[in-house]
């Protein structure tokens, strides 16, 4: 748990310093809000993992195009209202596409 908090507080930092490097992420979501993501929906090591083969793909031998996160999760019936921070849509048993909700900040 503090590893993945972490992981995501140094890539926030990495969020608020990019705009000085140039927009380059071949992907959507950008690599490092896929890596957020993932590192909030996944287990530590899965999601280093996951993260490490997106960062590698990110270059110009790939095509890059949307790749949302997929997640492997034991999903439980809801019984009283949540806030919704994440839409899960299944692809297979136990395995869905993670979706950033919308927050409504616009």
């Known amino acids: 748990m503090i590893l993945k908090k972490l992981a995501i507080r ?4 990495y969020k608020y310093f ?6 380059k992420c071949r992907y959507y979501p950008t690599c490092s809000t ?3 993501w993932e590192f909030e ?5 899965k999601a ?4 490490t083969l997106r960062i590698l793909k990110c270059n110009q031998l790939f095509k890059g195009g949307i790749d949302y996160p997929v997640v492997t999760k034991k999903i439980e019936p809801v019984y009283k209202q949540k806030k919704v921070i994440y839409w899960y849509v299944p692809i297979k048993k136990n ?3 993670v979706i ?3 927050d409504g900040k616009r």
């Open 100 to 102: 950033k909700a919308d």
């Open 18 to 23: 990019s705009p000085l490097f140039g927009n």
């Open 95 to 97: 395995k869905f596409i």
């Open 48 to 51: 280093l993992f996951k993260v």
């Open 34 to 36: 896929y890596a957020i």
């Open 10 to 13: 140094f890539i926030k930092l």
């Open 41 to 45: 929906n996944d287990n530590f090591f």
